[in-house]
Each structure stands twice: as structure tokens, then as C-alpha cells.
């Protein structure tokens, strides 16, 4: 690591003892003490240290804390051996949350302002107000790891991201899930005529299917996510893309109130606990999004009204899911599948070979369902 001899200046004193905000998004309890550590601090020391559950206030440079972090990585990454997919799953998924914990522990200080206490320190105000808003306290400590997501976050949505098909760009907010995989945004082009169409998205993220769907011509989207941070964005991305007259998103569990044309839903897809609010994007502990999803569907339709599911079969290749539990799931909630498409994962994790769940990401295979009440076909 670099390591400048010179002594390095902060901007402000983070005094011993300051009351401060703390912000961790893994709901660990604020830190009672906070050890002062700066660029002399070795990686073997520090994880020596965290690992005894020690809180390091990084006070040296900005650029030596990031190699630290990087160094403690290093030191964390142990090759195991796994005989099953399930097992390499969940032996990696222990890892990562471990990382997380480990990493976690480095921590630094910001003062009223959303000034970072470290030498050579970015400007990280706005991306910091973008998340929390204005600071309460005096001082706020955040996990370093968790800032250099945000400063990530922030460059995302100044810059946009370009989605197939898409006519604009769509800004993700910090936290909300991005469409950054676009085999199943790409499979929305299958979706026969919306035109004049009233549509529920359930679980809307950054609104990204909403929009797609309103730029084909749906009348009108009614969307919810159970997560403010996605409300926040889909609203101001629908403002964005001038579609905030057809577009309304409110913060609330699975369906909107009534009944709609077509219901599109691209839901959490491996059936395991969520660790933290990010992972609620991913992860859905038993399967019960999926569950209540397919209960309310029938009664969320108007007649002769679609569901438009889209789900990748990764839990099942992982061992999470018996083959055929879908289809079973259907019959249960009294719906038929009229129609599908599907797509191969074409997203950087199914082609690295060096990615422990290799032999099941290459396989995955991503599936938009369209889904009627059964009684319908009959
Ligand atoms: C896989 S992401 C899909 C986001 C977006 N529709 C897309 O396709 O990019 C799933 C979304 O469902 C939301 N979600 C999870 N549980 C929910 C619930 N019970 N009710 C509403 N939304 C929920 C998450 O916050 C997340 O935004």
C-alpha cells in the first residue's frame, strides 16, 4: 500500500466521544466506540482488529483507505470446494457476507456539510444528500465500502443507463435495482399489442418495464415497490421520460387497488432470506412474493385480462426450487400459460468461468410467461 510518510491534514476534528448519525445498510447497530486508524495501518493489523469487532474511523488518506479495503478483500478470498451447486451457493453467499461484515468496519466521519474527514477526499456531499437527505447531527459515520457504493451510485444516475428499446435513459437511484441485465427487458418486446392498455407493474424498481410498456403505447401504468427508494426513482424518471401523466407509483405490497389489462411483474428470483434492504431485489425468503403474487393475479385481472410474469429458472439449476414447482404453482393459483418466451442469461456472471456458480449461471435460462385465469380457457 502507499504509504505517505508526510503527515496527512484532515478537514475538521471528529472529536472523541461526538454523538453522530450512523448509517449502515445492513441494519448493524451503530458502533459504541470508534478506534482513530490512519495510513500506518497495516492490512494485517486491521483485520486482526475488526475481527476482534473493533470499529476503525479511517483519518488518513482517502485513496490508501480504498487500498485497504481492497487489500482486506484479499486477505478474505479462500478457495473451498463444492460438490453441488446448492453448495457453492451457499458457500458463497457466507462469503459475501462476511466480506460485507469484515469490510464493513472500516468506517470514516463526515461533518454537517457531508465533508469527508480523509486527505485527498472526493466531494461525496451530493451523493450523500441523494441518499439521506440533509444530516441531522453534527457528524455522520457511514462503512467506507458503503460510501464508494454511493459515490458509484451517484455516477450512474448523473449519467443514465441505456436500456434496449428503451427511447431515453433511465437514472437508478442508490439501492434500486438496475436493469442492467437486459435479456429480460429484451423479452418485453414479445408482449403482443398494449396499446390503449391499462397496466399494474408490481415490484417497478426504477419503472423501467412500465415505461417500455407506455412507450409501446399502454394507456396507463399503476406501479408499486415496497421500497421508497424505488418510488422515489421511477417517479423522477417518469418525469424524465415525459411519461408522468400515464405513469403513477405508489409505495405499498404487490398489487395496486382494482383491477388492470395486463399485469407485468419481474420478481425477486432466489428463494433465500434477504440479508439487507438492497438484497429485497433479489431475494424472497420461501418464495412468498412469488406465492402471493400468483394468489392475487386472477382477481388483479380485469376480463379477458393478461399477467405478465418474468422469472429465470437460476433457483431451480441451484438446487432451490424442484423442477416443475412453477408449473405447480400455476395450477395451484388456478392460472394457464398461454404463451411464453424465454432467453438464455447473457448478463458478464453467466461467461465467467472463474464465478463459483459458473456451471449454473451458464445454464440459467430467463422466461416471460403470459399468464390468464384458467377458468378463462375453459
Ligand atoms: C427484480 S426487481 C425488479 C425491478 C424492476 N421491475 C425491473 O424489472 O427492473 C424486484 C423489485 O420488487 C420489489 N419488491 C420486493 N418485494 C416487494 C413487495 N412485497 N411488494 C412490492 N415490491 C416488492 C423490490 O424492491 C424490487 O424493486
Known sequence: ???PRR???????????????????????????????????????????????????????????????????????????????L??????????????ATLSRIVVALDRGYRLDLARAPDVAEACRQVWGEPTEDFTVVPLKQLLGMLGAAEWRRKGLAVPGLKGLIHPHYGVYLP??????????????VNGQRVFDVGTGTGVLSFLLLQQGAAFVQATDCDSRAVACARENAERLGLSQRFQVTEGDLFPEGKADLVVCNPPWIPEPPKNRVDRAVFDEDSQFLR???????????????????????????????????????????????????????????????????????????????????????
Not at 87 to 100: G, P, Y
Not at 295 to 304: D, R, S
Not at 342 to 350: Q, V
Open 87 to 100: 453448495e457453492a451457493f451457499r458457500a458463497e453467499r457466507r462469503a459475501r457476507q462476511q466480506e460485507h
Open 1 to 3: 500500500m502507499d504509504r
Open 292 to 378: 402471493r403474487f400468483l394468489e392475487g393475479l386472477p382477481a388483479a385481472l380485469n376480463p379477458g385480462g393478461e399477467g405478465l410474469l418474468i422469472l429465470s429458472d437460476l433457483a431451480v439449476l441451484l438446487g432451490l426450487r424442484p423442477p416443475g414447482w412453477l408449473e405447480e404453482q400455476f395450477e395451484r393459483c388456478g392460472l394457464t400459460v398461454v404463451w411464453k418466451e424465454s432467453t438464455p442469461a447473457r448478463h458478464s456472471k453467466a461467461k465467467d468461468k472463474a464465478d463459483p456458480l459458473h456451471a449454473a449461471r451458464s445454464r440459467e435460462i430467463t422466461t416471460l410467461y403470459g399468464l390468464v385465469p384458467t377458468t378463462r380457457r375453459e
Open 7 to 85: 503527515p496527512t491534514t484532515s478537514p475538521f476534528e471528529f472529536p472523541p466521544g461526538a454523538a453522530f448519525t450512523w448509517h449502515s445498510e445492513s441494519d448493524e447497530p451503530a458502533p459504541t466506540r470508534l478506534s482513530p486508524v490512519d495510513d500506518g495501518l497495516s492490512a494485517d493489523t486491521a483485520l486482526k482488529r475488526v475481527r476482534r469487532g473493533e470499529f476503525l474511523r479511517y483519518t488518513g488518506d482517502f485513496h490508501n483507505a480504498k487500498q485497504l479495503l481492497g487489500a482486506l478483500g484479499r486477505r478474505l478470498e479462500r478457495p473451498w470446494q463444492a460438490r453441488t451447486p
Open 180 to 193: 442492467t441485465r437486459t435479456d429480460y427487458v429484451e423479452l418485453l418486446a414479445a408482449v403482443p399489442d
